[in-house]
C-alpha cells in the first residue's frame, strides 16, 4: 500500500515518515510541505532523520494525493479540508489526525466523506481511544452528581485550544451523560464566574514547555473525586496510529470513520 505525507516537515510530518518506512505492510509514495518551505526539494529520509530514500518532498498537493492509496495528514484545518476534496477526486483514502477545524470544516469533510473513507481523530493513539471509551462509561455510571471537567497540557507551540482529545474526551462525557456538550460545555472561567452549573462540562488549557500531550478527566463529587489520565510521551503514538489507520482503509466502502472504528473499541 502506497502511503503519502502531508506537512512532511511538521513534528508528526517527521514522526510519519519514520513510522512508515518501519512498517513492511506499506511504502512512501511521496511527500508535501505547504508552498515555499524551506523543506520543498529535501530527501524525506534526510528529513526524518534517516538514510536518504529518494523521494523530495513537493508542493504539488494534487499530483502527491493522486499517486497514493492513502494519504496521512496533520497539518492545519484549511489545509486538510484542500486535501479532502483532492482525495476525493482521485479516490485516494484520508487519515485526518490535523486538529482545531470549525463546524463549516467539518461538514465539508463529512460531505467528503461520502465519495471516500476517511478516518478523521484528533488522536490516533491507542491509550487515549481507550480513555475516550472509559469517559463515557464513567459519566454514565456516575451520572450528575459528579462534577466533569477536562485538563489538558501541550507544548508551547500548539496553536489551538481545547486540544481535539479534549474534545474527544468531553464529547464522550457528554454521550454517556446523554446530553449535548455544545450545550453544557464551559470553555473558559475569569472574574465572578458565581457557582458551577450543575451539569456542566469544563474545560481547563494548558501550554508550556514540550509537553507532548497529557489529558485527565475529573469527576468531582461530594467526598470523592476520580481521576482518568493518559500522557503522551513520544509522538510515535500517533504515528503508528494513524499508518494502522491507512492499512485499515483498503477496502471499506466511503465514509468518515473515527479510530475507534479502526482499533475495535466500543
Ligand atoms: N490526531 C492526533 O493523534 C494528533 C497528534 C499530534 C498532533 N495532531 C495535530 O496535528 C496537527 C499538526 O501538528 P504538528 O505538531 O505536527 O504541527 P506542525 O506545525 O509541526 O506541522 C504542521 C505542518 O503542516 C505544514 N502545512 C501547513 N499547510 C500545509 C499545506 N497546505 N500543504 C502541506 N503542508 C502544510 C506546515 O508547514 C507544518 O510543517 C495539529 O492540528 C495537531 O493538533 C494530532
Ligand atoms: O501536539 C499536538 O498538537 C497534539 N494534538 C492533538 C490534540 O489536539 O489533541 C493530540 C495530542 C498532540
Do not use: C
Amino acid at each position: 500500500m502506497k502511503i503519502a505525507v502531508m506537512g512532511a516537515a511538521g513534528r508528526m510530518g517527521r514522526q510519519l515518515i519514520t513510522a512508515i518506512a518501519a512498517d513492511p505492510h506499506v511504502t512512501i509514495s511521496g511527500a508535501t510541505e505547504t508552498a515555499g518551505s524551506p523543506a520543498i526539494g529535501r530527501d524525506i529520509g534526510e528529513l526524518a532523520g534517516l538514510e536518504p530514500m529518494g523521494i523530495a518532498v513537493s508542493s504539488d498537493a494534487a499530483a502527491v494525493i493522486a499517486a497514493a492509496d492513502a494519504i496521512v495528514d496533520f497539518t492545519v484545518p484549511k489545509a486538510s479540508v484542500e486535501f479532502a476534496r483532492l482525495a476525493a477526486q482521485s479516490g485516494t483514502a484520508h487519515i485526518i489526525g490535523t486538529t482545531g477545524f470549525d463546524k463549516a470544516s467539518e461538514t465539508a469533510i463529512a460531505e467528503t466523506a461520502t465519495r471516500i473513507a476517511i478516518v478523521k481523530a484528533g488522536n490516533m493513539s491507542l491509550g487515549v481511544n481507550l480513555l475516550v471509551a472509559l469517559t463515557r462509561q464513567v459519566a454514565a455510571a456516575l451520572g450528575n452528581d459528579f462534577d466533569i471537567e477536562i485538563v489538558e497540557m501541550h507544548h508551547r507551540m500548539k496553536i489551538d485550544a481545547p486540544s481535539g482529545t479534549a474534545l474527544m474526551l468531553g464529547e464522550a462525557a457528554a454521550k454517556g451523560r446523554k446530553i449535548a456538550l455544545d450545550e453544557h460545555s464551559v470553555r473558559t472561567r475569569d472574574g465572578h464566574t458565581g457557582p458551577r452549573h450543575a451539569g456542566d462540562i469544563g474545560f481547563a488549557t494548558l501550554r508550556g514547555g514540550t509537553v507532548v500531550g497529557d489529558h485527565t478527566v475529573i469527576f468531582a463529587g461530594e467526598g470523592e473525586r476520580l481521576e482518568l489520565t493518559h500522557r503522551a510521551a513520544d509522538r510515535g503514538i500517533f504515528a503508528r496510529g494513524a499508518v494502522k489507520a491507512a492499512i485499515w482503509t483498503q477496502g471499506k466502502p466511503p465514509g468518515l470513520y473515527a479510530m475507534s472504528d479502526v482499533l475495535g473499541i466500543s
